[in-house]
């Protein structure tokens, strides 16, 4: 299995700050990244997709970047409702895993 | 804009067979993987499996000889059973629309249920 690990495992910031997240897999993935926000109660939501595809209806204060093992997500200021933890997953390869999770505090 | 609706029981016993139904509203059901994802209570996510609309399955290696996803391409559904189930197999499921079936294009989940939490206690 193609293993992501997500750094950190959970980060404070404050509204209007800019943050980055990091996604690494244990092999090249090329550009078969994908981020997900996920709310209390909620099912995940897409972001990013390909690395650095922002999805249809995604602020574009969201963008992704990287390529091969190392990859990174970044908000470009804070808003409220951006308070929730974030996953990678990886599509390159089966089974088709996710990070652990990084949760955004305030 | 494309709908999954899930439902299935949401309380078993240890051994018992976890069975769940996904229904898609609102879009094309050919062209896509119908994709089963778990979250056990406070942790990440975990890629189950999923089906395209012919029939053809990619499973996680972890649950593979427990899990059985199928389709009903008539009805726009898919369903997902896991068989001897335990107290680890306690999670919230979410159904999910995966893209990605043709060849060179991203593999991405776009569309989610909202979630069926099964709990499994004797």
């Known amino acids: 299995d193609i293993q992501m690990t997500q750094s950190p495992s959970s980060l404070s910031a404050s509204v209007g700050d800019r943050v980055t997240i990091t996604c690494r897999a244990s092999?090249?993935?090329?550009?078969?990244l994908n981020w997900y926000q996920q709310k209390p109660g909620k099912a995940p939501d897409l972001l990013i997709y390909?690395?650095?595809t922002l999805q249809t209806g995604a602020p574009s204060r969201f963008s992704g970047s990287g390529s091969g093992t190392d990859f990174t997500l970044t908000i470009s200021s804070l808003q409220p409702e951006d308070f929730a933890t974030y996953y990678c997953?990886?599509?390159?390869?089966?089974?088709?895993?996710f990070g652990q999770g990084t949760k955004l505090e305030i | 804009q494309v709908q999954l609706q899930q439902w299935g029981a949401g309380l078993l016993k240890p051994s018992e067979t976890l069975s769940l139904t996904c229904a898609v509203y609102?879009?094309?059901?050919?062209?896509?993987?119908w994709s089963w994802i778990r979250q056990p209570p406070g942790k990440g996510l975990e890629w189950i499996g999923e089906?395209?609309?012919?029939?053809?399955?990619n499973y996680n290696p972890s649950l593979e000889s427990r899990v059985t996803i199928s389709v009903d391409s008539s009805k726009n559904q898919f369903s997902l059973d896991l068989t001897s189930v335990t107290a680890a197999d306690t999670a919230i499921y979410y159904c999910?629309?995966?893209?990605?079936?043709?060849?060179?294009?991203?593999?991405?989940?776009?569309?989610w249920g909202k979630g069926t939490t099964v709990t499994v206690s004797s």
């Open positions: 999910a629309r995966g893209t990605g079936t043709i060849p060179g294009t991203f593999y991405y989940l776009d569309a």
């Open positions: 609102g879009g094309s059901f050919s062209g896509y993987f």
């Open positions: 089906i395209n609309h012919s029939g053809s399955t």
């Open positions: 092999q090249s993935i090329n550009n078969f």
């Open positions: 390909a690395a650095s």
């Open positions: 997953q990886q599509s390159y390869g089966f089974p088709r895993t």
